[in-house]
Every structure is written in C-alpha cells, then in structure tokens.
C-alpha cells in the first residue's frame, strides 16, 4: 500500500463543474508535487510545493489551482476543464525538493470530462 | 534539452530469466537516478535509485547499473517472475525536477 492517499480514485465531471482532488501524505515530507499523466505516457509535473509554498509551476492552465493547507495536504482545485484534461493525476511527496531522494507517488485520481 | 529515453518499448521475457531494461539520459549533469515501476492502475512505486558518484547498485532482485561514460542507465531483474509486469520507467534529477523517460513495459511469459 501506498503512504501517499488520494482521493478520490475516479472522477467524473462535466466541463462546467468545479471539484477537487486531495491528497494527503504522513511521512513528514515538506515537497509535494502534482503530475498529470496521459495513458502510456510518463508522469508530466504540473506543480511542486516546498515546506507549503507553491515553487514551481509548469505553465499549467488556471484552470487548474493548487492548494496546500499543511505539511500533510495537497489538493488540486478543478473548474472549467475540458475534455483533454482528462487523465490520471497523481500526487507525490519527497522529505524535500532539494538532494538526492526519491519521490513517493499515490495511486492517483483517473479524472473523465464528459 | 535534458530528455530521458529508454531503448525499448515493450520487453517480453520468460518467467525465470533475467531481465535487462535500458535507459538513455542527455544531461552529463544529472546526479541522482530513479527506476520506478507502475503497475495498471496504480501509481509509480520506488524500486531503486542511484547517486552519480557510483556504477552499480543492488536491491533485492534488482541492480542498477550506471554508465557515465555514455549516459547508459539499466535495471537488471533477476528471476523474473509474472508480478514483475508493469510499465517501468527511468527518472533523471535535473533542474530540481525529475524528468521521466519514455517507459518500457515488461511482460513476462509463463
């Protein structure tokens, strides 16, 4: 099992609504990171927070905020997606953005737009 | 640009044999490497990593070899068993992200 949580595990919704992806994480790690991943395809990072500040983001649409109430949470905020949104959204954490450790993902969240 | 790439779309091997899935990397200035296996389903799950400062790497069934030299990064499985199969992918720290290769799936015959 993994130490990363997600949720939820699939999502549809249609190109008007507004939802939310969370993600939690316990290990005490202070970077957590959104990717975006289309089927056959490696991970695409979207955005990576280090110690609760958003540090990078990767030219991703407004569509798409990111939100990190604490150390443990990540969420990602949805509204107005359209149909190539659609894919797997995974989240990970690392103990920090810097040095030589491996990011640990969750399991994702498959989003449909309808 | 730094890309990360792996020989081999898909490797098919008999179960019991060894396998060998190869990775290719552009940036000389990478200096941490990570193989991640993802199952169906499922996220990219740790299986090892490697520092620059080293050629070879073992884990419990697995060995990472590094070759500066010509960029050349493989993952050695050995006793390759059928919940070995997945899509695996090389990572290559660089600019404070990683940046994924392209993926090999591994299937493993019966």
């Known amino acids: 099992d993994t130490e990363v949580t997600q949720t939820p595990k699939h999502l549809v919704m249609g190109m008007t609504n507004k939802k939310s992806l969370k993600c939690e994480q316990h290990m005490g790690h202070r970077a957590m990171y959104w990717y975006k991943q289309k089927a056959k395809k490696p991970p695409e990072l979207m955005f990576v927070y280090s110690y609760e500040k958003l540090s990078i983001n990767e030219s991703v649409p407004s569509r798409f905020s990111p939100e990190c109430p604490n150390s443990s949470l990540l969420n990602l905020h949805l509204h107005a997606l359209q149909p190539e949104d659609s894919a797997l959204y995974l989240c990970?954490?690392?103990?920090?953005?810097?040095?030589?450790?491996?990011?640990?993902f969750g399991d994702g969240t498959r989003l449909s737009i309808l | 640009g730094e890309s990360v790439g792996l020989h081999l779309p898909t490797l098919s091997v008999q179960e019991g044999d060894n396998s060998i899935i190869n990775c290719a990397y552009s940036n000389s200035a990478s200096d941490y490497f990570i193989w991640y296996k993802q199952e169906s389903g499922k996220g990219p799950q740790f299986i090892i990593d490697?520092?620059?400062?080293?050629d070879k790497r073992q884990g419990q069934r697995v060995t990472v070899l590094l070759n500066k030299t010509v960029k050349h990064l493989s993952l050695q499985i050995a006793a390759t068993q059928p919940g070995d199969s997945a899509v695996y992918f090389c990572a290559e720290r660089g600019t404070g992200k990683l940046i994924f290769g392209q993926g090999t799936t591994l299937q493993v015959k019966p």
């Open positions: 490697i520092r620059s400062n080293m």
């Open positions: 990970a954490s690392s103990q920090w953005t810097g040095g030589n450790q491996p990011q640990h």
